[in-house]
Nanobody, 117 residues
């Protein structure tokens, strides 16, 4: 499984960004995809995830502001980020969990999101 993330950038507080993560390779084995974020010196945290069945879950810090969705025809997962705050500034990573895997075993490259105050 290969993951290609895109869509990061610089935005003012209150603005919006949409991240995309395109999957390729053995996509039939993917049963969930997620977005994580990590700031320097901090642990990587799960921001949002979506299963192959469409179930979603979000970190408390982003509930009501971020929306994760998927386009099966494009093998792409999106993270719509609204009402962005400076504390959302991080490197964001997409990840995939596969059937038989122990967790999120496949990772895309990070994309920087910077929210200015």
């Amino acid at each position: 499984v290969q993951l290609q993330a895109s869509g990061g950038g610089l935005v003012q507080a209150g603005g919006s960004l949409r991240l995309s993560c395109a999957a390729s390779g053995s996509i039939f084995s993917i049963n969930a995809m997620g977005w994580y974020r990590q700031a320097p010196g901090k642990q990587r945290e799960l921001v949002a995830a979506i299963t192959s069945g469409g179930s979603t879950n979000y970190a408390d810090s982003v509930k009501g502001r971020f929306i994760i969705s998927r386009d099966n025809a494009k093998n792409t997962v999106y993270l719509q980020m609204n009402s962005l705050k400076p504390e959302d500034t991080d490197v964001y990573y997409c990840a995939a969990r596969t059937v038989g895997g122990g967790g999120y075993d496949y990772w895309g490259q990070g994309t920087q999101v910077t929210v200015s105050s």
